[in-house]
Each structure stands twice: as C-alpha cells, then as structure tokens.
C-alpha cells in the first residue's frame, strides 16, 4: 500500500478529504518494529499488517462504504476507491429503499471479487506467517482456509502452506464487508474485520540492506511499537512513533 | 459523478499503472522521506473525523480515514 505513490495519491487529492487516527491504544492494534521518519521501506502484499493499517472509504456522513486492512499496492487502492465511489452513489441516491441499498452493498462488494484483474489477486496472497497462523489456529473456523484437507494432510507436506490452500486477502475482504450493509463508521466491528493472521508484523525494513538481506543483529536493536510497547515508546524523547515503513507514504 | 469519476480513474491507472509495475521491492530511507514529505505537503491529515467528514460534505468529496499505528506525518 502507498498513499504517496501514483495513482494512488492523485486519486485521494482529487476526490477524497483525508484523515488519520492513531490506534495504538485500541484493543484491535497489533505489534510492529519501531522506524524513523528516514526508515527505508519495502513493497509488502495487500492486506499484510492487517492489525496495525486500516483504511476506511466513506461517505460524507460517515457511512462505511469500503475498508481495507493492512497494505495496499496503489493501483488496487485506486481500483477499491472506485468500488466505493459506486457505493457512494448508492448511498446517496433517492431511488432506492434502504433494504434496497443493503442488498446492494453486498452484491456489489461480492461482485467486485470477481472483477479483480489477475495481477491484483497474485498482490493479495497471504504473508506464509499469515497462512500458517490461520491454518495451526483457526484451520475448521477461518474464512481464509480454501481447502483445510490439503493442510492437515497434505500430499506432499512442502505443498502444506501453499497459497493455493488459502484464500486471496482481496477475496476474503469483500467477503467479510457483503455480512454488512450500509452501516455508519461508529458502529462498524474493526476487530472482526481486521482479524487475521499474527498481531505482530514487521519486515524489519530499517535493519534491511539495499541488496534486501536483513542485518539481523541491528534488527534486534530496533524497538518495537503498539499496545504492549506503548510505555517503551513514550520514554523515547522524539516524535519518530511510527511503524513499518511498508510503502505508507 | 459516475462517469467523471470512472474515466479519470481509467485515465489514472493508465498513465501510472505501467510504471507501477517497475517500482523496486526496496526504497531507501532517504527517498521515503522524500515521499513523505511531498504527500504532507500536498495532503493533509485531519485527525478529526468530524471535521474531515464536513469538509468532504462541502467539497463533494468521500472520506478517507486511516487507521494506523503511530502518525502519519514524518514516517510509518
């Protein structure tokens, strides 16, 4: 995800007024490593980090017409932020009864799966600690397991965490967002929807060498942010409080 | 609304996609924050959803809300 890269930040400048909240202290936030402002950054899949990014698109009046966890490369960023203009139109409009908008919703958010170029879906595998978390902890219950007997007895077990096993992060999303209708951002579950995969995720991009090999011992210096290291950060006198420099900007 | 929205966005997609696709898997530390600051500079981030939410209803605009640890402005 990249909020600076093209087209995606063309596409916020011109039809979108932005806004922040930092959810370090909300009981859904994850863990990462610590990185400062001059951090080097990394491109990483979509929907990875989903506990510590979320991304809202709504209406005007706060109404959730699109959210994406984690990362997002940004032309699949653009490609969801015209999901969400339809939406909008939606919403809006007096033709349709409110029944009629939720039935919508869904149907359009189900829809948008199968509309979803190709390259889009290989940019949406699960990070492998991802797969494997959902697949040892939640293999009967997830929504991302596609074939639970491939996992638990796999064929060949180098092929146990294959990605084929599991669902697409762009898949699961929608999928997620069509047991909604139109419901205002106040009221929407951020922890059902974000729930997936390891609390903490951390590519370790400031430890990492322009060849993309991980300096492991510098790694092990970098503090860590989000709930369980909020104390630690506070007593860093700075304002570099900032995580994972996964192409945000 | 519609039909404006859809062709800047193809038009978008179609000047910037193709160099998207060559982006390194890497940036070092000081062209991120070269990034960064051009996006603050152009872009502000309200940390108030209600005034970014009548800001957007002035302006005709839809809302774009982030969730994240940390701050948006100098890094992530």
Same mark, same amino acid.
């Given at each position: ?132 978390? #959902? ?20 064929? %060949? ?47 370790? #991009? ?28 506070? %007593? ?8 994972? %420099?996964?192409?945000?900007? | ?76």
């Amino acid at each position: 995800m990249s909020l600076s890269q093209e087209p995606a930040f063309s596409a916020l400048k011109n039809y979108f007024v932005c806004g922040t909240k930092d959810i370090t202290d909300e009981p859904y936030a994850g863990e990462s490593g610590r990185h400062d402002n001059f951090g080097n950054a990394v491109v990483t899949t979509n929907g990875a980090g989903p506990h510590n990014i979320q991304m809202f698109m709504l209406s005007s009046d706060g109404t959730v017409l699109n959210v994406l966890p984690g990362y997002w490369a940004p032309q699949d960023l653009v490609y969801e932020m015209g999901l969400a203009n339809q939406l909008n139109r939606v919403w809006m409009s007096n033709q349709y009864t409110r029944a009629q908008k939720d039935q919508l919703f869904k149907q359009m958010h189900l829809a948008h799966i199968a509309q979803h170029p190709k390259d889009m879906v290989r940019r949406s595998h699960l990070q492998g600690f991802d797969a494997k978390y #959902e697949g040892e902890n939640k293999l009967h219950t997830s929504d991302f397991i596609r074939n639970a007997a491939a996992i638990e007895h796999p064929a %060949n077990p180098n092929q146990k965490w294959a990605s084929s096993n599991f669902k697409t992060t762009d898949e699961v999303m929608h999928e997620r967002l069509a047991t909604h209708g139109f419901e205002r951002y106040e009221r929407f579950d951020v922890a059902a929807f974000s729930d997936y995969g390891k609390q903490r995720y951390d590519k370790m #991009e400031d430890a990492m060498r322009s060849d993309g090999h991980v300096d492991m011992e510098k790694a092990a210096t970098i503090p860590s942010l989000g709930k369980k290291h909020k104390q630690a950060s506070e %007593n860093i006198d700075d304002d570099r409080k900032h995580w994972g %420099n996964t192409f945000l900007h | 609304m519609k039909s404006k929205f859809a062709l800047c966005l193809a038009a978008l997609m179609a000047l910037f996609v193709p160099a998207q696709s060559r982006q390194p898997a890497y940036l070092g530390g000081q062209t991120a924050h070269d990034r960064i600051t051009a996006m603050a500079s152009e872009l502000h981030w309200n940390q108030s959803l209600g005034q970014v939410e009548q800001s957007a209803r002035e302006q005709g605009k839809m809302v774009f809300w982030v969730h994240m640890l940390g701050s948006m402005t100098g890094a992530t």
